[in-house]
Structure formats: C-alpha cells, structure tokens
C-alpha cells in the first residue's frame, strides 16, 4: 500500500469531518471557576443557616400530609402549590402556631448567632496579631533564622 503522502490524501482527510452525535451532545467548554462579586467575602460553611418563615415552618407539617393523601403526586412543585393555596385561605387564628414556632427558631439562631460572631471577632483578632509580626520575628519564634535554612540547603548539594 501506499502511503498517504500526495494530493489524494489531503483531499480524503478534508471530505471526512466529524458527525454530530445527538445523543452525545456538542463539546462543552470547560467549567469555569465561579466568580464572585468584587468586594464580596466568600461564604463560610460554619455559619448558621437563617431560621425557616411561619409558612416553611407549616409546610414542614403539610408535605407529610400532603404525601399520605397523594401517594401517587411524585412532583415538587404540586406540594409546593397546594401548600400555598392552603396557606393563603388559612385565617391568622390557624396560622399562629407556625407563626409561634417560626418566632421560636428565630430566636435560637439569634443566640447561635452571636456565639458565632464572637467567635469570628475573637479569630479577627488573633489573625491581626500575627500579621502585625514581620518575618523575622516570627522565624525567631520558631527558632529559625533564613541563614541555618540556606546551610540546610548547602549540605544537600554535596
């Protein structure tokens, strides 16, 4: 056989092009790290989730019962609207009880709150220290001083 060195081949390789699968899908570009805003602190995993409102607190309740009455409904979105069909046509009278609970949460991420933000400020403040050190002084503290790791270093070359 001969080898794919003339014309021919170049005319062969250009009418072949790639076959869309659709079942494949297209190429998609590579994720890209998400951006956040300029300016803007990262989350921090620690921190409390906010306490659920008066409604999610009654929904809660209403998705298990909504569940045993419609064991068939597998969507998301019908228990959603059901729950807030029934939530509006419920009277004040009828919604004080989750209302009560909601208040109740509220308060304890209030305390967990603040425990939480102490302990921030406390960190804050450890952290300023440290940075307010130069190098030098914190390779004292270690009982380091750049000149014993530059003859570390020269033992290795020998």
């Known amino acids: 056989m001969k080898g794919a060195k003339g014309k021919g081949a170049a005319k062969r390789d250009a009418s072949l092009k790639p076959v869309h699968d659709r ?4 190429k998609k570009a590579p994720a890209k790290p998400a951006k ?8 921090d995993p620690n921190k409390p989730k906010r306490p659920p409102s008066a409604f999610f607190v009654f929904l809660e309740e209403f998705r298990v019962t909504f ?13 959603g609207k059901a729950g807030g069909e029934k939530w509006k046509s419920m009277s004040a009278a009828e919604k ?3 209302e009560a ?11 967990v709150m603040k425990a939480y933000n102490k302990k ?8 300023e220290e440290e940075s307010d050190k130069s190098k030098s002084e ?7 001083d750049d000149d014993e790791e530059e003859d570390e270093d020269d033992e290795d070359d020998d």
Do not use: H, I, L, M
């Not at 956040?36 to 989350?43: E, I, P, V």
């Not at 569940?67 to 228990?79: C, L, T």
């Not at 609970?101 to 305390?111: P, V």
């Open 101 to 111: 609970k909601a208040a109740k949460r509220k308060t304890e991420y209030e305390k």
């Open 138 to 144: 914190v390779d004292e503290e270690s009982g380091q």
């Open 23 to 26: 079942k494949v899908g297209k």
């Open 36 to 43: 956040t805003k300029a300016g803007k602190a990262a989350k």
């Open 120 to 127: 921030q400020e406390s960190e804050a403040d450890d952290v």
């Open 96 to 98: 004080a009880p989750y």
């Open 67 to 79: 569940k045993k009455e419609n064991p068939n409904v597998k969507a998301v979105s019908a228990v």
